[in-house]
DNA sequence: CCAGTGCGCTACAATTTATGTAGCATACTG
DNA sequence: CAGTATGCTACATAAATTGTAGCGCACTGG
């Protein structure tokens, strides 16, 4: 499965995740999930190739068509996860 | 988020899907998505400590009721990908 | 009794991937 | 021309993954 080969990738999801609102700068990318710029560089350059993500000089980098797609359609995902979430140890 | 540290691990998710049809024996499981048994236990321990995988002695891994839940939520993206991959290079 | 088989899983060295910190190059601003 | 923001790279260290071998246990047929 292509979809899981590139999501299955630390912070390639999480980098979607954090454009779900608004663009974001290369830093603020950085700081929102904690990684090096070196991995954040590397996911960032596979999701654009993945054409989710594109970058605009103006804003920052940005959710394409698709990647809003991809994003609306994990968003049961993740409401579904707070309640499990609750759920277990720890 | 929690469901992303899980499922942002090699395999993980890839190993949820495994279990889509039927439960899976360990090495089943190995040679299935071809990682290393070192790696397919790490998942597999905390997929189980996570509740969405359970050992069936019997008839070996499968999904619990909150695997179930996750997998039917990712069902619509399995979909989607399907006609997003088509559209990519190479 | 005991060799054979399937089971989940571990040991361990080698490789690949991620981290952390520093800094580059470019462009714009005062 | 100093200061700042941008995307991004270099490089040494640490962590995750891989590949291969094999352990310990239970069960099975001869």
Redesign the pocket.
């Known amino acids: 499965m292509r979809l899981l080969d590139l999501l299955g ?3 390639a999801l999480r980098i979607v995740w954090e454009l779900r609102e608004h663009p974001r ?3 603020e990318l950085q700081d929102a999930i ?6 954040v ?2 996911r ?1 350059a596979e999701l654009r190739a993945a054409r989710l993500i594109q ?1 605009d000089p103006a804003s ?2 940005r959710l394409t068509v698709e990647g809003r797609e991809l994003l609306r359609l994990f968003l049961p995902l993740h409401v579904w996860s707070e309640k499990w979430a609750k759920k277990l140890p720890t």
């Open positions: 990738r630390r912070w700068r290369f830093r904690k990684a090096s710029p070196t991995t560089n590397a960032l970058l920052g980098y």
